[in-house]
Nanobody, 121 residues
Framework: QVQLVESGGRLVQAGGSLGLSCASSGRTISNYAMGWFRQAPGKEREFVAAISRNGGNTLYADSVKGRFTISRDNAKNTVYLQMNSLKPEDTAVYYC??????????????WGQGTQVTVSS
């Protein structure tokens, strides 16, 4: 019902910035909280950030707080992740998801295919 496609991942240098987008080509995302997760090689998928349906509330993992910003534009059916001061440990495949609840780990019903972010030293 909700098809999510991430884009924007690429190779960047440590300390640099990168913006990711997650667009829905199916139903509107306005009825869902949206989240970003990431998975590095050999590690479990971890929560990065989430945003409520209207963008009024956000959640961030401690590891990215102050560096990453999640936002959304429901008119464009798109959620964004602006990443600043990138570190090599931010290297991962980044996924977006749609949830009925604003949560860090539960309730994500739909997922995108992921986009690779690589941060060089």
């Amino acid at each position: 019902q909700v098809q999510l496609v991430e884009s924007g991942g690429r190779l960047v240098q440590a300390g640099g910035s990168l913006g990711l987008s997650c667009a829905s080509s199916g139903r509107t995302i306005s009825n869902y909280a949206m989240g970003w997760f990431r998975q590095a090689p050999g590690k479990e998928r971890e929560f990065v950030a989430a945003i409520s349906r209207n963008g009024g509330n956000t959640l961030y993992a401690d590891s990215v707080k102050g560096r990453f910003t999640i936002s959304r534009d429901n008119a464009k059916n798109t959620v964004y992740l602006q990443m600043n001061s990138l570190k090599p440990e931010d290297t991962a495949v980044y996924y977006c998801g749609a949830s009925f609840l604003l949560t860090t780990n539960e309730g994500y019903r739909y997922w995108g295919q992921g986009t690779q972010v690589t941060v060089s030293s």
